[in-house]
């Protein structure tokens, strides 16, 4: 790995590979580092990509998103979430607040009215609470088929950097409504509330949710991330002149209208992002 250390900081991605090891799942192991010029020789985990083999092998669906949930669980339940930074009210915020700014703002030159800005915030004080009442564990914040690896010990993780102690459905959102391939509403709550049942018995949920209430910690949590998401490839097309992420917006749009539309809550979100449509 070559990170030059102004902009890329080693030594959270050598800590939360320990912390990877340490739980007993797959991820590459930092062999020698120099943290002064930014370089790491890392173990080779391979690059057969779980989005290739989703896109192109449907027979292995299932068991790869078995494999996926299943190493979650080890991640959560065998890491101390204190041994990396919160995941808390301020930075929730500062995630939301990059779709009005980077997506509406910038993106469609759209500025809303101090009504809707009000509007917008309280849907967000809605999400960020919804986040800080689930249980708070070790969050890898990027669980998605681009960041797993189809390898012996199945899956590979990439990209962990940037963990956090959050909510414990950010992960699985991030596994279930990937921004780069959409499954069948009915299959993903499938998935969900098996990953719920496994949550349950590995003592992850101490005070059980209901299928309905645990639903729903998913659906606004999945909010709070598509919402930030459209506001980061905004930004990735503005700032860093990468294009291809404007592809990815339609989905990760789609999937805030699907959700937004199944609860009165969410009226203002789905009424904005219809109207902009």
């Known amino acids: 790995m070559d990170a030059p250390p102004e902009k890329e900081p ?10 990877l090891e ?18 790491l020789c890392l173990s080779d985990v391979g690059d057969d990509l779980y989005l290739s083999q989703l896109q192109h092998h449907p027979e292995q669906v299932d068991r790869l998103y078995g494999d996926a949930l299943a190493a979650l669980i080890s991640l959560q339940a065998c890491i101390d979430g204190q041994q990396v930074p919160a995941y808390d009210r301020v930075l929730l915020q500062q995630e939301l607040a990059l779709f009005p700014h980077w997506y509406l703002s910038v993106h469609l030159n759209y500025s809303p009215s101090s009504a809707q800005q009000q509007a917008l915030q309280a849907v967000f004080n809605l999400l960020i609470d919804n986040a800080l009442t689930q249980p708070q564990v070790f969050v890898h914040r990027d669980y998605h ?10 899956p590979a993780i ?8 959050g909510a414990i459905t950010y992960d699985l959102v991030s596994l279930l409504r990937d921004v780069y391939i959409q499954w069948p509403k009915a299959q ?4 969900a509330l098996g990953y719920r049942e496994l949550a349950l018995q590995s003592g992850l949920l101490p005070q059980a949710p209901t299928e309905r209430e645990f639903l729903r910690w998913f659906d606004w949590m999945g909010l709070q991330r598509h919402l930030k998401i459209a506001g980061i490839f905004a930004r990735l097309y503005h700032r860093d002149g990468k294009a291809a992420y404007l592809n990815d917006i339609p989905l990760t749009l789609r999937y805030i209208q699907q959700v937004s539309a ?15 449509a």
């Open 145 to 154: 088929s681009r960041n797993l690896i189809k390898a012996a010990h199945n």
């Open 262 to 276: 199944t609860y009165p809550e969410m009226a203002f979100l789905h009424k904005l992002i219809n109207d902009l």
């Open 10 to 19: 080693l030594k959270s991605f050598i800590h939360v590979s320990q912390l």
């Open 22 to 39: 340490s739980a007993g799942v797959n991820a590459p192991k930092v062999w020698a580092s120099d943290v002064n010029q930014g370089f």
């Open 188 to 191: 993903v709550e499938d998935w």
């Open 158 to 165: 990439l990209d962990f950097q940037d963990a956090v102690c």
